[in-house]
């Protein structure tokens, strides 16, 4: 096999920029989507290259920067099962992107020869791109790529990045895990849906005068603007579904459920109605949150990951625990993870917690672990797992007549509730169905909800440094290795704080340090934050002006 034509393609076509080096990081190569074009041709080929590394199973690559500003664009591949490239292939990623165009054809003639691939021809890739700007083009970049590697793709035009890592897994699976199209995605997950919402315990959602059944989505913007009709268009009368953010305005700025989070506020314009349920997405529609303004408090209300995690782990467990069969449940947290929702999850559910560095690599690897694991960021971006030997358990018992009716009804009830989930990754439209039907199934509104814990306050910030590889993190990132004395300076500050925690860890999709504290109360937090801010600024090599105490 020869790569003189994708070298020569290359060069011609989309030369190396820069020599800023680039590095497929946490959520795979993401920088200002005019630094891309080459990088993403290069991917087209890799992604060809592990495709015949799989036997000619298909590999997604998707073209969005989630919930990053419009100007910036990313790219990540996808692996058959829908998951995230294997951690072993980011090198391969990182080192294709940075070789200079000349000599582009001997490093992957090299590679293919590692791996002893032969042949590209039957290495299927499909694609998709989010609503960025600068999308179409890297989509055009991508398929030359793919073309002058000689591989098959299909191109998906418009997605949400869930619904790719769905479609994947559905033609890796022969359509086992439901129909291969975007058409499919909305009829596998809206039929859970109404079937569940049909299904025994399913009482009418209150009509308090304050609150309302219509839910009010963020979609920051970005392509959830473009789904969440369609979704409204299957589930009728049962969710109705009102729209902001809608696309008329600039991606995630100002909206969307990063912003949500990190401010801890409402997207800018909007007010809320006391007791109005609310949820916003990020740009690529993995990641949701809810919020409501109280009804005697007339305060802002986060419902985030953690609090959308304890909602459907004590919802799965009481689940479980119907069917009688002996499955064990686990949840996944992050060190973002709020104190109280850890301290909730194990003191009052019950349920054993795992904490793993950020990055859903890390939570999806260890949701593996245990029969259904669940696992969710503090952003919230999660998903459910079910191993396949549970689910088999699950279909079998539904026919096992030693089971009691009810048992078998649980058993039935808990495939549903499978169905609804997106398996592959964090989805925010399958959460949003989630939540909706557990909150349905409990007759609970958002402040019901909400009651489960009371989150400690805190504050996240970010500090520029020279290099930001400086500071490295041991015990799930919440201790800081390097630089020395960094660590021990946080110790001492945080042990005047009660009920203070503090880490701080290098972003992998910003070039910045993330600096996570949390107090007993929001100027204690706050205050915290700011004097851990101010350590990594000084012993990390701080850039820019000193972040004030
Ligand atoms: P970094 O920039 O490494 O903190 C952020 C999120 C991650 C994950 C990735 C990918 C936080 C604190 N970090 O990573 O959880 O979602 O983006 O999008 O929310
Ligand atoms: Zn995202």
Redesign the pocket.
């Known amino acids: 096999m020869e790569f003189d034509d994708v070298q020569v393609a290359g060069e011609k076509n989309y030369p190396k920029r820069d020599e800023i080096p680039i590095q497929y990081g ?2 795979g190569f993401r920088t200002k989507g005019n630094r891309l074009e080459h990088v993403i041709y290069r991917m087209g080929v890799l992604a060809a290259i592990r495709s015949a590394c799989k036997n000619g199973a298909a590999i997604g690559v998707m073209i969005t920067a ?2 990053n500003p419009e100007e910036d664009n990313g790219v990540k591949l996808m692996d058959p099962m829908g998951e995230m490239l294997g951690p072993e292939w980011e090198k391969y990623a990182s080192d294709v992107a940075n070789v200079p165009s000349n000599e582009l054809g001997s490093v992957f003639q090299t590679l293919v020869k590692t791996l002893g691939v032969t042949s590209l021809q039957n290495s299927l890739v499909v694609f998709a791109r989010d609503t960025r700007p600068s999308s179409p083009v890297l989509a055009e970049a991508l398929e030359a790529g793919i073309k002058a590697a000689g591989a098959q793709f299909q191109n998906f035009g418009l997605l949400t990045t869930p619904q790719l890592h769905y479609i994947v897994r559905c033609i890796n699976t022969n359509g086992q895990y439901g129909k291969p199209t975007e058409e499919g995605y909305f009829e596998k997950l809206t039929e859970a849906f109404i079937k569940l919402r049909n299904m025994r315990k399913m009482k009418k959602m209150k009509t308090l005068e304050s609150y309302t059944s219509c839910l009010y989505v963020d979609a920051a913007n970005g392509i959830g603007a473009q789904k969440v009709p369609i979704l409204q268009s299957k589930l009728g009368e049962l969710l109705k579904i009102s729209l902001v953010s809608d696309g008329s305005g600039r991606l995630n700025h100002e909206c969307g459920a990063d912003f949500v989070k990190v401010q801890q506020k409402p997207p800018t314009g909007v007010t809320l109605v006391p007791g109005q349920r609310w949820a916003s997405f990020d740009g690529d529609v993995d990641r949701i949150v809810y919020y409501f303004s109280g009804v005697s408090d007339n305060q802002f209300h986060l419902l985030d990951g953690d609090k959308i995690a304890t909602l459907v782990a004590g919802y799965l467990k009481d689940l479980v625990l119907e069917t009688g069969l002996p499955l064990n449940l686990g949840l996944v947290q992050t060190a ?1 993870a709020n104190g109280s929702s850890t301290n909730y999850i194990t003191k009052t559910l019950k349920v054993p917690v795992a904490c793993v560095p ?3 690599k890390h939570l999806h690897h260890k949701a593996q672990e245990f029969d259904i694991g669940v696992y969710f ?1 503090a ?1 919230g ?1 999660g998903t459910t797992l079910v191993s396949d030997s549970s689910y088999e358990l699950l279909q079998n018992a539904t026919k096992d007549t030693a089971k009691s009716d009810q048992q078998r009804e649980a058993c039935d009830l808990l495939l549903s509730v499978i169905d609804l989930i997106n398996q592959t990754v964090g989805d925010a439209i399958s959460d949003l169905l989630l939540v909706e039907m557990i909150l349905a199934t409990y007759d609970w509104d958002v402040e019901q909800w909400n009651k489960a814990y009371t989150d400690l306050p805190n504050r ?1 910030l970010k500090v520029k440094v020279k290099d930001r590889s400086v500071i490295q993190t041991t015990d799930a990132e919440r201790k800081a290795a390097t630089p020395p004395g960094l660590q021990s300076a946080i110790d001492e500050t945080v042990a005047k704080y009660v009920s203070g925690r503090s880490f701080v860890r290098p ?4 070039d910045v340090v ?1 600096v996570y504290a949390e107090a007993d109360s929001q100027a204690s937090a706050d205050e915290l934050a700011n004097e851990v801010a101010v350590l990594v600024y000084r012993m990390a090599g701080g850039i820019g002006e000193e972040p004030q105490l």
């Not at 972003?507 to 910003?510: P, V």
């Open positions: 946490t959520a989630s919930h973002y950020t990055g859903v960021e952003n971006h996240q972003s992998g999709t910003e993330r």
